[in-house]
């Protein structure tokens, strides 16, 4: 019997969407349905989160400070629309202001030259420091990215500490090697501290984007100039205060708010940065890409968008498949770049999976993130929440048969009603 392919039009980090499809080769059988969605809680006034924004300046050389052009540019609750904050919004003389700082901080500050102990124990007490402060960075993360709060409290602001607390522990255990020679020469290999690193992080986790990048430029010595996401640029600089309590001296770690055209490209054409880091959409990969080589050739590392399949055999318990693919689809609002966005469901099994994937999907809690039980906030901002109405409209152009879902869900903000879709074609437009 033959496969028949499910697959998503759930999200990448920077190219998200909120429908799941299940398709059904060629069955003409099955006509196009709307469901009634159902949720177990609507939408009401939001919830006052429990924090305060204190940080929306830039963090350059150990201390806050407004952008050179004085510009700044709003962050919003995805729950509402609303503004939250006002944000320095960096440009070209940011960035330079921002590695100018790095520079010196490794050519002549003490953080390269410290053992790679001492800086362990800096990384250490900011981890330390993250625990202690779980709340507020959760609250912050979640206001600002509408994710569930108890999402990013459980587990995301735990798994953040322990990447700082597994990359301190890598910090002195960096050696190089004696190589055995066939000559009379003696030959080793060094593992030095590369520079200032520029890192540019997506908005789908903020905070365990910040991790990836940051952990191990610390603990391999390096200087850090950092451009968080301008959807989401409040927890870098909470997280920014916390390395200054750490004990990270001025310099070593610089946080530049603002947009991919202007701070995010001067960073990736500095001349100063040995090292670039990004994560986003493979078309502004291949952008940072250009402008590094066009620069300084520098070393650069992209971890881009993907579409990764999800395979259901005949033999598999339907239930926990359900289950999986739901949550490998719907997690995080579809927002994440390993999303199980492609789903092949054996022949035997296909009809029970689509009937109980659209019941599940209907369970689905969508909501407040900050209510208790909500598995659903808003999309990450009105680009987004377009773009996945654009898909969902692609799928019922094309005759799939529209299970659930489909509609905005509630009045305001960028909430999407979970959304099944079966009898897709292969040629449906799910790039999402």
């Avoid at 033959?2 to 398709?23: E, T």
């Avoid at 080769?25 to 006509?31: A, D, I, L, V």
């Avoid at 609250?139 to 569930?148: M, Q």
């Avoid at 905070?207 to 927890?235: D, R, Y």
Wanted: net charge neutral; hydrophobic share 40%; with cysteine.
């Amino acid at each position: 019997m033959a496969a028949r392919r499910i697959s998503s039009l759930l999200s990448r980090s920077l190219s998200a969407s909120a429908s799941f499809l299940l398709s059904r080769g060629k069955n003409p059988s099955r006509g196009r349905s709307i469901y009634r969605f159902i949720t177990a809680k609507a939408l009401e006034e939001p919830i006052t989160p429990p924090v305060q924004i204190s940080y929306t300046q830039h963090f350059i050389n150990g201390k806050f400070v407004d952008a050179a052009s004085g510009k700044t540019f709003p962050a919003y609750d995805p729950r509402t629309g609303e503004v939250i904050a006002h944000v320095a919004e960096g440009d070209n003389e940011d960035v330079n202001r921002a590695v100018a700082a790095a520079r010196k901080a490794f050519d002549e500050g003490p953080w390269p030259k410290m053992s790679a102990y001492e800086r362990s124990l800096i990384m250490l007490r900011f981890a330390d420091l993250v625990d202690k402060h779980r709340d507020e960075l959760a609250a912050l993360e979640s206001w600002n990215s509408g994710k569930p709060y108890e999402q990013s409290a459980k587990s995301e602001l735990p798994s953040f500490a322990r990447l700082f607390r597994y990359y301190a522990g890598w910090a002195d255990k960096i050696h190089g090697l004696t190589v055995p020679a066939d000559s009379n020469h003696y030959v080793q290999t060094l593992h030095e501290p590369i520079g200032v690193a520029g890192q540019i992080i997506p908005w789908n986790f903020p905070l365990i984007m910040l991790a990836w990048k940051v952990g191990p430029a610390l603990a391999c010595g390096n200087t850090i100039v950092l451009k968080s996401a301008e959807q989401t640029p409040l927890t870098a600089l909470h997280a920014a205060k916390l390395f200054q309590e750490a004990g990270l001296p001025p310099g070593v770690l610089n946080v530049v708010s603002g947009y991919g055209p202007s701070a995010g490209a001067a960073l990736a054409s500095h001349m100063n940065v040995d090292k670039l880091a990004f994560t986003g959409s493979t078309e502004t990969g291949k952008i940072i890409l250009e402008l590094a080589a066009k620069s300084n050739l520098k070393s650069v590392t992209l971890e881009l968008g993907g579409k990764s399949p999800f395979i259901v055999c005949e033999d598999a318990d339907v239930d926990k498949a359900v289950e999986l693919a739901h949550h490998a689809l719907f997690f995080n609002q579809g927002q994440c770049c390993c999303a199980g966005s492609r789903t092949y469901v054996h022949e035997r099994v296909y009809d029970e999976f689509i009937e109980k994937a659209k019941a599940r999907a209907l369970r689905r809690v969508v909501g407040d993130p900050f209510k208790k039980g909500v598995e659903q906030g808003p999309q990450i901002d009105s680009d987004q929440f377009e773009k996945v109405l654009r898909y969902i409209r692609s799928g019922v152009e094309s005759n799939a048969t529209l299970e659930c879902g489909g509609q905005r869900f509630g009045s305001k903000g960028y909430f999407i009603q979970p959304t099944v879709f079966s009898n897709v074609e292969d040629d449906v437009d799910s790039s999402g």
